[in-house]
Structure formats: C-alpha cells, structure tokens
C-alpha cells in the first residue's frame, strides 16, 4: 500500500533532477541563517553550483554544537511569526537544541509519517494507540497528526500508566501501536501480569532507540504484532525519516525529502553502499530551519537499491552512534550533562562512573559517584540525603529516572588518557 507512490518510487534522471532543485532551493533557503550565510560564502558555493547531487560535497557539514551554539533560534531561516511549533531535543549539556516548524512542514511531516504507517499496512479502519510523550519530544505530536491524516482513530494515551494502557488497548479495540521497543517490552509483562491478551493488536511501531532483531521477535511473539522500526530525530522534524517497508529488510529513507550520504565519521570521507559509517542528511524540503549535510552522529549504511516493494532507497538499522551520545529508554544522554550536573553538586567529587543495563527489557542506568571528602562523614542520614539530591538533579536535568550509588572518596578508577567513564552493558542494544 502506497500513501504516495509517485515519490516514493521515483527513480533514475526523475528523482536526481528533484534532488537538485529541492537542493537548490534548500541552500537559497539557508541564506537566511546568518550562520549558512557565512558558511557558503567562504565555501564559495551558490545554488547556481549544483549542477548533480554530489555537488552537495562542496558544502561544509553541520554539527550539533553548531545548532546548539545557535540556541534559541539562530537557525531560524523565517521571521518567528512564520514559525507556528517549536520542539527541542533531548540530550544537551545546559540549553537544548531548538527545532522550529512552519505551517509547511508540518504538513510535510505529516505527509511523511502518513507515508511511512500506509506502508505498514495500516488505513483509516485501524485504532491506533501513541504511547509516546507528547511534550517537547518530537515522537507524540508527529505520529499524532500523521495517523490523523490517515484517518486513523487516534488515542492520544501518551506515556504512563501502563495498566490504563492496557486497559485502554483492550476497550477501545487497538489495533495499532506506537512506543519505544523497551516500553512495548514493558507493556507485554505487566500484560503477562494481569492475566491479559491484547488480542486486538497487529502492527507495533518501534522507534527513538536501538533494538535488535532478537527483540523484534520476542516483541512479535510477545504481543502478536508485526513489528516495524521507525527512525528519525528531532532536528529533521522528528520520527518519519526513515522506516520500514513489509520487507523489514533496511528502512526507507525518504529519497524526494531527505539526501542521504554515509561517511567515515573520522576523515569525512564518502563511503559507498555496504559500508558502515555516519549518516549525513540534507533535508530538501524544509522551511523554518534547513539544514545542509548534517551530521546525525548515528552509525548505519546505505543498502543497494531494488526492494521488492519498490520504493527506493534504503538504509540498514542504526547500529550505533559516531560520538559518546547514549540512547536511554529513548532519551538522549551524554555523559558531559551527566557530569555538568554532578560538578554543580558540593557534596559529591567529580569523580562519576555511568553504567547501563538492559534490566527486564528496559534501559537502567546507574551512576557510581565518590563523595566530597569533607562531606564524607559516614553518617547514614547525610548518605541517604546526598543521595537523593543527585538522583534529583539528574532527574531534573535528563529526565530521566537514575540509579545513584555513593561510593568512599578515592575508589573509582582514574584515568591517565581519554577517560572512559560509560560502561554500556546492554548485550544485544543492536
Ligand atoms: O527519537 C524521534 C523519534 C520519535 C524517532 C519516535 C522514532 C520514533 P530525538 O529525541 O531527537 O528524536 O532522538 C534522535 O535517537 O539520532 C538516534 O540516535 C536515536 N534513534 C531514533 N530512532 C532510532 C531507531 C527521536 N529506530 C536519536 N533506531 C537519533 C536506533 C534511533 N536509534
């Protein structure tokens, strides 16, 4: 089933002609952000230089410390009044990365989500269920709409509750659900534990985090889905870059909105199809805030053209990430916000160790931190408040729910060259 056929299977001259005037035009967009303004002058590039889509090699990349060195709206390419949603991304020390929307891209986004649950198999007739956040994040609002496109009847449960979650998949018939793969797994115990089939389900939505082929199975077998993985980011709309196809052999990435080019992540050099490396993505078709070569840090590659569905190219699972970026139950941590917090704590040294664990399915971190030796009075009470405190400003921080363990001034490991302090133990996370 196709929500758009023409794009999603233009091929050959026709699509390499589209990529160059969206491309075109996504640079003449960028010269509205000072940033890009300054970039492409000193590159000398101007539209009227791509003439093929590897022309794009001319442009410098975009970072993410870029984005976040333009906090808040630096990257904004039209007047704020243009600009009617902002989302921001999860995972940065101090201020957030801002994405900014226009009436456009919404649309667009919507399209995009709409494309990828028609070629799940998913239509109007089916009841779909979005237990993803709904606030900043970009996972709640952009499968929202999409399914809305469609038809679908959408129940806006968001995260939370899982009993009322399950409650809710069996009372209202869901047919269609959208979640983390670690929060499906979740979902599928406490199910377990009520004694409870979701009889009702039949297509599972998996996205915002990695997961294995070994999970999928479990999942489907779990709770009588067929699952299908969903990637995408904050800063290129959110969810809807990329996604599977019935095949669920590679994810298709939108090749009319997205130019996609893999590169070793160390040189910056083009690697061809097979070859893993980081995925750098050109937006084609968006307003408020283009983007030119951004490097997404996530580590894939590109698969050779010529799917059985007949859309056209694809990317395999995101494997891994180029820079020190974890994925926690679908939140973006880096250990320097981790630090950031733990340095504005007296009581505590800067010492910290993070470990990560897949505990029944679901993402555990725990952080090992020394305490200040003039803190270290040995009392329980002062243990258990010191403790508290951090587990509360990591959570004010991240978001996110932490395990934190007080340990002697002096007991953690030091390092004499590259601190290695994340110890990632979650055997299959790919
Ligand atoms: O996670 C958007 C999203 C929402 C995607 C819902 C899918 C479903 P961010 O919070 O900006 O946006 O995080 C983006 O999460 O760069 C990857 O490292 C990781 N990620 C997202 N999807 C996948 C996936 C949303 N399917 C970052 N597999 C990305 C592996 C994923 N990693």
Not at 173 to 189: D, F, K, N, Q, R
Not at 242 to 254: M, N, V
Not at 262 to 270: A, F, L, M
Request: net charge neutral.
């Amino acid at each position: 089933m196709f929500w758009d056929k023409t794009n999603e299977t233009l091929k050959g001259k026709k699509l390499e002609a589209l990529q160059v005037r969206r491309l075109k035009q996504t640079i003449r967009q960028s010269q509205h952000v000072g940033f890009y303004k300054k970039r492409l002058t000193q590159a000398h590039v101007r539209p009227e230089d791509i003439k093929r889509p590897d022309d794009i090699q001319k442009i410098p990349f975009t970072r993410k410390q870029d984005l976040r060195d333009g906090y808040p709206f630096g990257f904004f390419a039209v007047p704020l009044k243009k600009v009617v949603r902002i989302h921001t991304t999860s995972g940065t020390t101090g201020k957030p990365t801002v994405v900014g929307y226009t009436r456009n891209d919404l649309d667009t986004w919507a399209e995009l989500i709409a494309r990828n649950m028609t070629m799940a198999g998913v239509t109007e007739n089916d009841v779909f269920q979005n237990m993803v956040n709904y606030g900043m994040f970009t996972g709640g609002l952009g499968f929202h709409y999409g399914a809305e496109k469609i038809g679908m009847t959408v129940i806006p449960s968001a995260t939370g509750n899982t009993k009322r979650q399950i409650e809710m998949i069996k009372d209202f018939g869901v047919t269609t659900i959208h979640c983390t793969p670690s929060y499906a797994m979740h979902l599928s115990e406490v199910a377990e534990e009520m004694h409870t089939s979701l009889d009702s389900l039949k297509t599972g939505i998996f996205g915002a985090e990695p997961w294995s082929e070994t999970m999928r199975s479990s999942l489907e077998e779990r709770l009588g889905v067929t699952a299908f993985d969903s990637y995408g980011l904050s800063e290129l709309f959110g969810p809807g870059v990329a996604f599977e196809c019935p095949e669920r052999d590679g994810l298709h990435i939108w090749h009319d909105i997205y130019f996609v080019e893999i590169i070793n992540p160390k040189t910056g050099e083009q690697l061809g199809d097979g070859e893993r490396g980081e995925l750098v993505i050109t937006p084609l078709k968006k307003e408020a805030m283009p983007l030119l070569r951004y490097r997404t840090g996530d580590i894939t590659m590109k698969m050779e053209d010529g799917c059985l569905c007949s859309r056209g190219q694809k990317i395999g699972r995101i494997t891994g990430r180029s820079d020190d970026m974890l994925v926690i139950r679908g939140i973006n941590v880096f250990p320097s916000q981790i630090e950031h917090v733990l340095l504005k704590i007296p009581e505590v040294g800067n010492q910290f160790m993070v470990y990560v664990d897949k505990v029944n399915h679901l993402d555990e971190m725990t952080v090992d931190v020394e305490i200040n030796r003039d803190y270290f009075s040995g009392e329980l009470a002062d243990l258990a408040r010191i403790q508290k405190k951090v587990v509360q400003e990591l959570h004010d921080a991240l978001e996110l729910r932490t395990t934190v363990k007080l340990v002697e001034p002096g007991s953690l490991p030091r390092f004499e060259g590259k601190a290695k302090r994340v110890v990632d133990r979650r055997g299959d996370a790919i």
